[in-house]
T-cell receptor
Framework: GQQVMQIPQYQHVQEGEDFTTYCNSSTTLSNIQWYKQRPGGHPVFLIQLVKSGEVKKQKRLTFQFGEAKKNSSLHITATQTTDVGTYFC??????????FGGGTRLMVKP | NAGVTQTPKFRVLKTGQSMTLLCAQDMNHEYMYWYRQDPGMGLRLIHY???????AKGEVPDGYNVSRLKKQNFLLGLESAAPSQTSVYFCASSGSGRPAGELFFGEGSRLTVL
């Protein structure tokens, strides 16, 4: 079945440093979604990417979808303590369900 | 602005006991999902539904049953709980399934099986 791998599993950064998490799928995706889960909370939708090579920005967050539609990345510029949480990618292979990556837990030192 | 509501939020069971988790959404969504979340393993799909009266298996369906008798409700049942089912369970709903649309999650139900 479809597998979605996410790296790194954990990342500690100093406040103000940049952060990137990578997502790789074993199959070509029709779209990919990103979610953020604060400690003790539930996943919250951030964005969906659909087109090959697509790049979308939300303030300090930049999302990319690979040309082959099998990988994606989330980059945060100048992290803040409010960015703390676990970031998940979720791939849709045109079925009825999303497959989630294992998540990257971001910790930010003030 | 209830969105997706899960009950109960916490539950402790003994091995072999049964229980039902209830998920209710007020967004008139067709698609509903049950996930479990374990440390380091992300979210794994247990069962899902593409509309009232329908259910389907996800990645890890064994030991669970579901029902969707009403569009707004999706129930997850454990007939004979096992310690391996200790987890945090999340219900989610979506307005579209093909392609997958944004998932709206409930706050989660933490289940401990002793």
């Amino acid at each position: 079945g479809q597998q979605v791998m996410q790296i790194p599993q954990y990342q500690h950064v100093q406040e103000g440093e940049d952060f990137t998490t990578y997502c790789n799928s074993s199959t070509t995706l029709s779209n990919i979604q990103w979610y953020k889960q604060r400690p003790g909370g539930h996943p919250v939708f951030l964005i969906q990417l659909v087109k090959s090579g697509e790049v979308k920005k939300q303030k300090r967050l930049t999302f990319q979808f690979g040309e082959a539609k099998k990988n994606s990345s989330l980059h945060i510029t100048a992290t803040q303590t409010t960015d703390v949480g676990t970031y998940f990618c979720a791939g849709d292979n045109a079925g009825n369900m999303l497959t989630f990556g294992g998540g990257t837990r971001l910790m930010v030192k003030p | 602005n209830a969105g997706v509501t899960q009950t109960p939020k916490f539950r402790v069971l003994k091995t072999g006991q049964s229980m039902t988790l209830l998920c209710a959404q007020d967004m008139n969504h067709e698609y509903m999902y049950w996930y479990r979340q374990d440390p380091g393993m992300g979210l794994r799909l247990i069962h899902y539904s593409v509309g009232e009266g329908t259910t389907a298996k996800g990645e890890v369906p064994d030991g669970y049953n579901v029902s969707r008798l009403k569009k707004q409700n999706f129930l997850l049942g454990l007939e004979s709980a096992a310690p391996s089912q200790t987890s945090v369970y999340f219900c989610a709903s979506s307005g579209s399934g093909r392609p997958a649309g944004e998932l709206f999650f409930g706050e989660g139900s933490r289940l401990t099986v002793l």
